[in-house]
């Protein structure tokens, strides 16, 4: 999956990136390793984006003004993240927990998922790369953004109560959609 998504990244989304990448714990392998040859040397020949390893400052690196989206598997503290700083996301969850997570940030306008293949299941590149062009370039994504931004403004107006319970409320709006 790194080969196909590190590839349209770089030719097919047009945008620059900040790219977390975790390996699984079991992996003894370096992100170099990873990535298929000389990608690593080519994002920095062509100061296109950045790949970092392990934990980072997440919420500081969404706050920046220069961030155009996040995409995400939607654990739930990374959606609320995201809705906190008005981030729109890009959802691409891994399992239920996260895909009952990412159908909230689609339902409420501040986010797109990414299709999978209906034949296996899988994410394709390409598609990936598409809707990041969506979000970020697009004059369709303007909305997105725009929602993501009211989301923003109004979570921050709320105390940790109120939150709570707009929160509740989103997750019944799910359990009652599935």
Same mark, same amino acid.
Request: proline residues 3%; glycine residues 6%.
């Given at each position: 999956?790194?080969?196909?998504?590190?590839?349209?990244?770089?030719?097919?989304?047009?945008?620059?990136?900040?790219?977390?990448?975790?390996?699984?714990?079991?992996?003894?392998?370096?992100?170099?390793?990873?990535?298929?040859?000389?990608?690593?040397?080519?994002?920095?020949?062509?100061?296109?984006?950045?790949?970092?390893?392990?934990?980072? *400052? @997440?919420?500081?690196?969404?706050?920046?003004?220069?961030?155009?989206?996040?995409?995400?598997?939607?654990?739930?503290?990374?959606?609320? &993240?995201?809705? +906190?700083?008005?981030?729109?996301?890009?959802?691409?969850?891994? +399992?239920? &927990? @996260?895909?009952?997570?990412?159908?909230? +940030? +689609?339902?409420?306008?501040?986010?797109?998922?990414? *299709?999978?293949?209906?034949?296996?299941?899988?994410?394709?590149?390409?598609?990936?790369?598409?809707?990041?062009?969506?979000?970020?370039?697009? &004059?369709?994504?303007?909305?997105?953004?725009?929602?993501?931004?009211?989301?923003?403004?109004?979570?921050?107006?709320?105390?940790?109560?109120?939150?709570?319970?707009?929160? &509740?409320?989103?997750?019944?709006?799910? @359990?009652?959609?599935?």
């Amino acid at each position: 999956m790194i080969d196909r998504l590190s590839f349209n990244i770089i030719t097919l989304s047009e945008v620059n990136f900040i790219w977390i990448l975790r390996l699984h714990p079991d992996e003894k392998i370096t992100i170099n390793e990873a990535l298929p040859q000389g990608f690593a040397e080519e994002i920095e020949r062509n100061n296109k984006g950045m790949i970092a390893q392990g934990w980072v *400052p @997440q919420a500081k690196i969404l706050r920046h003004r220069s961030i155009g989206e996040f995409l995400s598997h939607c654990s739930w503290g990374s959606a609320v &993240e995201g809705m +906190v700083l008005g981030v729109p996301i890009i959802a691409m969850p891994m +399992v239920y &927990e @996260q895909s009952r997570n990412a159908k909230v +940030v +689609v339902d409420i306008g501040m986010g797109m998922d990414v *299709p999978r293949d209906k034949t296996n299941q899988r994410l394709r590149g390409a598609e990936v790369a598409r809707v990041i062009k969506h979000v970020v370039l697009q &004059e369709e994504g303007k909305q997105i953004r725009r929602k993501a931004k009211e989301m923003s403004e109004r979570m921050k107006k709320m105390g940790d109560s109120e939150m709570n319970v707009v929160v &509740e409320k989103l997750l019944q709006l799910v @359990q009652k959609s599935e």
